[in-house]
Nanobody, 115 residues
Framework: QVQLVESGGGLVQAGGSLRLSCAASGSIFSINTMGWYRRAPGKQRELVATITSGGRTNYANSVKGRFTISGDNAKNTVYLQMNSLAPEDTAVYYC?????????WGKGTLVTVSS
């Protein structure tokens, strides 16, 4: 089993920044993709950003240009730098790992953006 631990969530005012971190541990052999998803109350979970082991990134249109995903393969860690935050970014953010066809999820970290 792969364990994922997110950190960095919290309360921030609109226009501010937060940096989320997700560290993977456990049965780590070859991670294909790490990423971030989010779920707002009453809404479906949506993709925020992903990054492959080769460094290829993918972003939701709503965050492109404001958020940056990066990874540290040596530390099995993925980061999400969130700038110019807006109230609509308020959600629980979940770390996701794809390894050899299996998907793993973290418990989530709450990001609240106040106006």
């Amino acid at each position: 089993q792969v364990q994922l631990v997110e950190s960095g969530g919290g309360l921030v005012q609109a226009g501010g920044s937060l940096r989320l971190s997700c560290a993977a541990s456990g049965s780590i052999f070859s991670i294909n993709t790490m990423g971030w998803y989010r779920r707002a109350p009453g809404k479906q979970r949506e993709l925020v950003a992903t990054i492959t082991s080769g460094g290829r990134t993918n972003y939701a249109n709503s965050v492109k240009g404001r958020f940056t995903i990066s990874g540290d393969n040596a530390k099995n860690t993925v980061y999400l730098q969130m700038n110019s935050l807006a109230p609509e970014d308020t959600a629980v953010y979940y770390c996701n790992v794809l390894q050899r066809g299996y998907v793993y999820w973290g418990k989530g970290t709450l990001v609240t953006v106040s106006s």
